[in-house]
């Protein structure tokens, strides 16, 4: 085989290869991206329809006008924030305990982990229950008056009770990345500092914070934008309700704005309108990454 | 190593194509199974075109009792039959424009007013020569063409429990209009005690566990139909414009503050369909604001004491009616090979005595043909019929509105009220602000 | 006791307490799946009065049309593995062409791989059901509803992160093993099937798993590809659409949660290592 065939022969081989999952990737996620993007301009219904006519951007301006849209978003990033802090103050917390020296800290991590396994909707249910029904029956056995009805039948104490099951699937995950974080401290640095007489804070606080740093970014963004995308918890547990008021107009108090996307489209048949939200939601998340590209970039110049 | 390497490079295009491969690969197999279709049929003289068809249920609870009906059927006529059920939280409309987009079609599928016929019209077979057609009042037309088949008549007003009203001292027939219900109401709150009742009224109106087809659906049809004549759209029509009828409106808001004002808080706030069926099965409340569907729930709660409705009476001047309607209408796949199987297969049900069987005996469904001369064996569906006989019915409108109107904008603000936010002035203007919104949504 | 001590102990007591209170909502699944529905009303917390209630639940689930239970984990079972084997496959093999062909056209590839990271699903999602059946009507390739589609969709939206980890871990491999094997004769397709994949053995667990779990609980996108209530149907599809009916019937709920959880925890307990590490460097890449 001379060489030039033998390039030829590597170009068809490199192009095989990559093939199958370019395929796949270019009609699943990049022509439907484009797709969207147009669609969002379009009076678009998702159904039987002979033209699709263009409109500029008047979907964009209907949802700028949309209280119940205003609302998602901010109650989404209400959420989003609540969830972030809980998240990694309870994940920072199981990282400490199972990194400790206690019996079965093995064990301990595993089971703080295993809510991660489960998904969304099946977790969503699980928990409708206890906030339903065991919570309610276990406070009027014991007399708890304020816990007797549903935290999910109101708006503040619904948004509350995702935040818990958000937080107790998500943190056994972050935990691990903080144990990960934590094991990589040099053993004999924090020996020597008890050495010295430096106490469990002052340990802490000049040893483990420092090193611990690049894990809580990491956290933290991956927290932010899993939070901000929530949807599968937010139908099975909620579903949107209870009904609040914003801005004069009754809205969904849970709905966060993947729901209200989803919503827009299928509840309300409103196809185009949901995809311009979706785009506006996709530019939220642009955003984000480039902010956290950004603090990785000055990350690496520091070290 | 020529033959190791003929093998991987067989083995890398093998897996380069399995992408894409597989869809080719089972592309074939519809393709072979209508071939096998085509063959079968040019055996048996009598067989039919097609060898199956499907009816895409959105009725869970009647499920069971269609797909029995549907096998029996299915035995003698040549055809099966096969019932795809689609529970119902499930977006069903949803569901079928996926089947529709995906090939998979169904042959008869289920409408549930003018919104669905906007989006088939254009596969939806003209029933109007069917036998069963001039059997019916309720049959679902456009521009004087018979579409769609009534799967049932549903409908709703007051239940009550006849015992706890003899008891009370008042006749459910004189509960026609909004005060002789404000009367009857605080009597019976006044009785609690002696009744054993918790609160008088059974409703649910949270948002959370998915009340609001009761409230923003059901119960907002009190003020588009109670009190006018069957089928007239003066109000509907008036929403659809952006308008409300303002004077109707604040009356009707009176009455669903009174019916919050009396129902079991708990219930109201946080209870989902089960709590709200319990409590009146358990005898803890007189009346229960929901429709004859609840019979199988009441039955499997072990209520046993005597009920019927009472209307719906929202206004000063009478309203002696329920509300009652086919809430959904079969519609045959025009497009499909198996049109014809399917429309024989509706006809089954309006004209055998067996299709007359499973929809009153077996599925406890108040049938829409007058033909049929089984009634219900369970009370509330028994005494919608007897409303229905008497020619004392208001329509359904609910579902001209917009796509998620009903349940997803006005649902919230009933809740709203019954959790005391806002009052009756606020709950007026809240509807009103949304019902302006409407020519948006439809334009 | 010395300080030191009665600190751990503290500690020891506070993690138990924490960890009773993270495994409650499992022990309430539990605890619930084995009451029939008056007993779970009138007693949600309490221990079941007869834990045979268990087996005639399970076997309610197993057996009921309205949840279709067998079906619908045979389905998942065959979309998650078919997609998985295909993700990893495919990715590995793509990944690798674009470190070792350093060309233009791979560098954007690559580069347009990385970036589609940030496309959340719901800017994709109608379009995406819309051109699935545009691809039906002109090539007669139906992908909705199917298992094609599906796994097709799997291995489009899995195939970004893949690749990027891939190629992460194909770079750290030195170049002189694939050499040395192209002197010896091997073919670019031999190397990678003989030297190459061999190597990317713990990357490729490490991706299989963090795919797994997604695919495995996924939700709206069966949701949109398969829909509900058709022919094939999704573990967690078949749960929600059966919750999802009015009627809140918890034991059965309850029952079908916890089957639907089991299989996962069940990996879980013989591949721990390897799930936390997998989904930990996920996060960290």
Redesign the interface.
């Known amino acids: 085989m001379n060489n030039q065939g033998m390039k030829q022969?590597?170009r068809l081989?490199?192009a095989l290869?990559?093939a199958?999952?370019?395929t796949?990737?270019?009609?699943?996620?990049?022509?439907?991206?484009f797709?969207?993007l147009y669609?969002s301009l379009t009076d678009?219904n998702?159904a039987i329809q002979d033209k699709i006519n263009f409109v500029g951007l008047k979907n964009f301006s209907v949802i700028f006008s949309d209280v119940k849209f205003h609302y998602s978003f901010l109650v989404t990033t209400v959420y989003t924030a609540a969830n972030v802090i809980v998240i990694n103050l309870v994940a920072l917390?199981?990282a400490m305990?199972?990194t400790?020296?206690?019996?079965f800290r093995n064990f301990?991590r595993?089971?703080?982990?295993?809510?991660?396994?489960?998904?969304?909707?099946?977790?969503g249910?699980?928990?409708q229950?206890?906030f339903v029904?065991?919570i309610p029956?276990?406070a009027e056995?014991m007399g708890i008056e304020s816990l007797t009805s549903s935290l999910l039948g109101k708006g503040s104490t619904a948004l509350a009770a995702i935040v818990i099951v958000g937080s107790?699937q998500y943190a056994?995950?972050i935990m691990?990345?903080y144990v990960?974080a934590i094991q990589n401290v040099p053993v004999s640095l924090l020996e020597a500092a008890q050495i010295d007489g430096a106490n469990f804070l002052q340990r802490t606080r000049a040893i483990l914070v420092p090193l611990v740093a690049p894990a809580f970014t990491?956290s933290t963004f991956?927290t932010l934008v899993n939070s901000f995308?929530q949807?599968?918890v937010n139908?099975?547990l909620t579903n949107g309700g209870p009904s609040g008021q914003f801005a004069g107009k009754v809205v969904k108090a849970t709905e966060f704005?993947?729901l209200n996307?989803?919503n827009t489209?299928f509840t309300r048949n409103r196809?185009a309108e949901?995809?311009a939200k979706?785009?506006v939601?996709?530019l939220v998340?642009?955003i984000v990454?480039l902010i956290q590209v950004y603090f990785n970039k000055k990350k690496e110049v520091e070290m | 190593?020529r033959k190791?390497?003929s093998i991987?490079?067989l083995?890398?295009l093998v897996?380069?194509l399995?992408?894409?491969g597989?869809?080719?690969t089972?592309?074939a197999a519809?393709a072979a199974t209508t071939a096998a279709a085509a063959e079968t049929t040019a055996a048996p003289a009598e067989t039919p075109a097609v060898e199956k068809i499907v009816l895409?249920n959105n009725k869970?609870e009647i499920?069971?009792q269609l797909?029995a009906f549907a096998a029996e059927y299915s035995k003698t006529a040549g055809v099966t039959v096969e019932i795809?059920?689609?529970?119902?939280?499930?977006?069903y409309g949803?569901?079928l424009k996926?089947?529709l987009?995906?090939?998979?079609m169904p042959d008869i599928f289920v409408i549930e007013g003018p919104a669905g016929y906007d989006d088939w019209k254009d596969i939806i077979a003209d029933l109007g020569d069917q036998p069963w057609a001039a059997d019916t009042d309720y049959a679902y037309s456009v521009d004087g063409k018979t579409i769609g088949f009534p799967v049932a008549i549903e409908g709703y007003g007051m239940a009550y429990n006849k015992a706890l009203l003899d008891k009370a001292g008042i006749d459910p027939k004189t509960l026609t209009n909004f005060n002789a219900y404000k009367a009857a109401f605080e009597k019976l709150d006044g009785m609690k005690a002696d009744l054993g009742i918790d609160a008088v009224v059974s409703m649910a109106a949270s948002t959370a566990t998915?009340m609001t087809w009761v409230t923003g659906l059901h119960n907002f049809n009190i003020y588009l139909t109670a009190g006018l004549p069957y089928g007239d759209t003066t109000v509907i029509d008036k929403l659809l414009a952006g308008e409300v009828d303002e004077a109707r409106l604040t009356q009707y808001a009176e009455y669903v503050n009174m019916l919050f004002q009396y129902a079991d808080k708990e219930v109201l706030l946080n209870g989902?369909?089960?709590a709200q069926a319990?409590a009146f099965a358990a005898g803890k409340t007189v009346f229960l604001h929901q429709g004859n569907w609840v019979d199988p729930?009441l039955k499997t709660l072990e209520a046993d004491f005597e009920m019927a409705y009472a209307p719906h009476a929202p206004f000063v001047e009478d309203t002696d009616g329920v509300l009652a309607a086919p809430p959904s209408w079969y519609v045959v796949n025009g497009d499909s090979a198996g049109a014809e199987e399917a429309k024989k297969f509706l006809n089954a049900i309006a004209t055998t005595e067996a299709g007359h069987s499973y929809m009153v005996e077996a599925a406890g469904m108040i049938p829409a043909f007058k033909s049929v001369k089984l009634t219900p064996a369970v009370p509330l569906s028994k005494s919608i019929m007897e409303w229905a006989s008497a020619g004392k019915t208001y329509s359904w409108q609910q579902y001209k509105m917009p796509s998620g109107f009903g349940m997803d904008t006005l649902g919230p603000i009933y809740e709203q009220l019954a959790s005391g936010a806002v009052d009756t002035a606020g709950f007026v203007e809240l509807i009103k602000g949304e019902v302006a919104t409407v020519p948006d949504l439809l334009g | 006791m010395s300080p030191r001590r009665l600190n751990?102990l503290i500690?020891?007591i506070?993690?138990i307490i924490?960890?009773i209170v993270?495994?409650?909502?499992?022990l309430?699944?539990v605890l619930?799946s084995a009451k029939d529905a008056k007993e779970?009303?009138a007693?949600?917390?309490g221990f079941p009065s007869n834990w045979g209630t268990l087996l005639t639940n399970v076997k309610t689930i197993v057996t009921s049309?309205?949840i279709n239970y067998v079906p619908s984990f045979i389905s998942s079972i065959i979309i998650t593995t078919l997609s998985l084997s295909?993700i990893a496959?495919?990715?590995a093999?793509?990944g690798?062409?674009?470190v070792r062909?350093k060309t233009k056209t791979s560098t954007f590839?690559f580069m347009?791989?990385v970036a589609?990271m940030?496309?959340?699903?719901?800017?994709?999602?109608?379009?995406?059901?819309?051109?699935?059946?545009m691809?039906?009507e002109f090539t007669?390739?139906?992908?909705?509803?199917?298992?094609?589609?599906m796994?097709?969709?799997y291995?489009?939206?899995g195939?970004?992160l893949?690749?990027f980890m891939f190629h992460g871990f194909i770079k750290g491999i030195p170049l002189e093993l694939e050499e040395a094997a192209t002197i010896d004769?091997c073919?670019?397709?031999?190397i990678?099937?003989q030297i190459v994949l061999p190597i990317l053995k713990p990357i490729f667990v490490t991706i299989v798993i963090l795919n797994g779990?997604w695919v495995?609980?996924?939700?709206?996108l069966p949701l949109?590809i398969l829909?509900?209530?058709?022919?094939i149907q999704t573990l967690?599809l078949a749960?929600?659409?059966?919750?999802?009916?009015?009627?809140?019937k918890?034991d059965l709920?309850?029952t079908s949660?916890m089957m639907?959880?089991l299989p996962?925890?069940i990996l879980?307990i013989f591949a721990?290592k390897q799930?936390?590490r997998g989904?930990?460097e996920g996060?960290?890449k």
């Open positions: 022969n590597n081989v490199n290869f990559l199958p999952s370019l796949a990737f270019i009609l699943v996620v990049i022509i439907p991206f797709m969207g669609f678009w998702g917390t199981l305990m199972v400790s020296n206690i019996k301990y595993s089971g703080f982990f295993t809510p991660n396994l489960i998904g969304g909707i099946v977790l249910y699980v928990w229950f206890i029904n065991a029956g276990f056995s107790w056994g995950y691990m990345i990960a990491v991956l995308k949807f599968d139908v099975s704005l993947a996307i989803y489209a196809m949901g995809q979706a785009v939601f996709f998340l642009v990454s | 190593m190791v390497l991987i490079l083995v890398t897996l380069s399995a992408a894409c597989t869809t080719t089972t592309t519809p895409a869970v499920d069971e797909k795809a059920t689609t529970g119902g939280g499930a977006d949803g569901n996926a089947q987009q995906s090939g998979n998915g989902n369909y089960d319990q729930t | 751990l500690l020891e506070l993690t924490l960890f993270f495994m409650m909502p499992f309430m699944v619930n779970i009303i007693d949600p917390i049309p309205n295909l496959l495919t990715a093999m793509g690798w062409v674009l062909s590839i347009m791989f589609a940030v496309i959340p699903f719901q800017v994709v999602m109608f379009p995406l059901v819309a051109f699935f059946r691809i039906r007669h390739i139906p992908l909705l509803q199917t298992y094609q589609g796994i097709l969709a291995i489009g939206f195939s970004s893949s690749i004769g073919t670019r397709p031999q990678f099937f779990i495995w609980n996924d939700y709206l949109l829909g509900t209530g058709g022919d967690p749960v929600a659409n059966f919750v999802g009916s009015y009627v809140k918890w709920i309850l949660t639907a959880m996962a925890i879980f721990q799930i936390v989904m930990v996060s960290i």
